[in-house]
Nanobody, 123 residues
Framework: VQLQASGGGLVQAGGSLKLSCAAS????????MAWFRQAPGKEREFVGT????????DYADSVKGRFTISRDYAKNVLNLQMNSLKPEDTAVYYC?????????????????WGQGTEVTVSS
C-alpha cells in the first residue's frame, strides 16, 4: 500500500496550489483520508479530512474557507485545493489514509502515510 503526494511548489502569497495524493495497492474508498502538514521546527498538524461519508469534511480553523479537500474515487486520488495561500502555510504536506478510530486530528489515528510534498509560500 502506498500513498504518493504531489503538487507542491513555490507560490506567492495569495496564490493557489492543488495537491494530490494517489493511492496504490488498494482502494481507500471505504475509509476516511486526511491531510496534515509540518512546518520547519514544528509538530505535524492536522489540515483537513474527508470522511467515509463523502459530504463530511472537516478542516483546521487556520485553513477553513481557503482549503478544500476532495476525492476522485474512480482514480483513488485525494486532492487538496489551496487558495489564498499565506506564508504561514509553508510546510511539507502529508496525506494519510484509514483511521484506526479515535480523533481525526491526531497523527496516531492514521495508519497509512504519504511521503510529503513541500509547499513554500513567499510574501
Amino acid at each position: 500500500v502506498q500513498l504518493q503526494a504531489s503538487g507542491g511548489g513555490l507560490v506567492q502569497a495569495g496564490g493557489s496550489l492543488k495537491l494530490s495524493c494517489a493511492a496504490s495497492g488498494r482502494t481507500f474508498s471505504g475509509y476516511g483520508m486526511a491531510w496534515f502538514r509540518q512546518a520547519p521546527g514544528k509538530e505535524r498538524e492536522f489540515v483537513g479530512t474527508l470522511r467515509r461519508s463523502r459530504s463530511n469534511a472537516d478542516y483546521a480553523d487556520s485553513v477553513k474557507g481557503r482549503f478544500t479537500i476532495s476525492r476522485d474515487y474512480a482514480k483513488n486520488v485525494l486532492n487538496l485545493q489551496m487558495n489564498s495561500l499565506k506564508p504561514e502555510d509553508t510546510a511539507v504536506y502529508y496525506c494519510a489514509g484509514q483511521s484506526r478510530g479515535g480523533s481525526y486530528y491526531e497523527r496516531s489515528t492514521w495508519i497509512y502515510w504519504g511521503q510529503g510534498t513541500e509547499v513554500t509560500v513567499s510574501s
